[in-house]
């Protein structure tokens, strides 16, 4: 089964806002910091958001500081990727996972939920 699905993603135009949702299906997740990569054709899976296990601390990357806010609700299992001022450049595929610091925990990749930012 399925351990984290994404959604939320969708079509924008720059300058615009849209949040992703990320669900766990395992409370343990609850225990862990969690974060948010994206990936565009060609190009290597890059760090975009990290929080802690109870939301108090957050890690952004700085090409997404001002812009994006991550956010978890711990009794949902859900962590959340608030996204405003878009660009074209932030068009990608975003997945989340277990984050050590910014290394990935993930055994393996999801499928993610597309953004595609227009001009």
Do not use: H
Request: with cysteine; aromatic share 12%; net charge neutral.
């Amino acid at each position: 089964q399925v351990e984290l699905v994404e959604s939320g993603g969708g079509l924008v135009q720059a300058g615009g806002s849209l949040t992703l949702s990320c669900t766990a299906s395992d409370r343990t997740y609850s225990n862990y910091a969690m974060g948010w990569f994206r990936q565009t054709s060609g190009k290597e899976r890059e760090f975009v958001a990290g929080v802690n296990w109870n939301g108090g601390t957050t890690d952004y990357a700085d090409f997404v500081k001002g812009r994006f806010t991550i956010t978890r609700i711990t009794a949902n299992n859900t962590v959340f990727l608030q996204m405003s001022g878009l660009k074209p450049e932030d068009t990608a595929v975003y997945y989340c996972t277990k984050v050590y610091g910014r290394i990935p925990l993930s055994d393996s990749w999801g499928q993610g939920t597309q953004v595609t930012v227009s001009l």
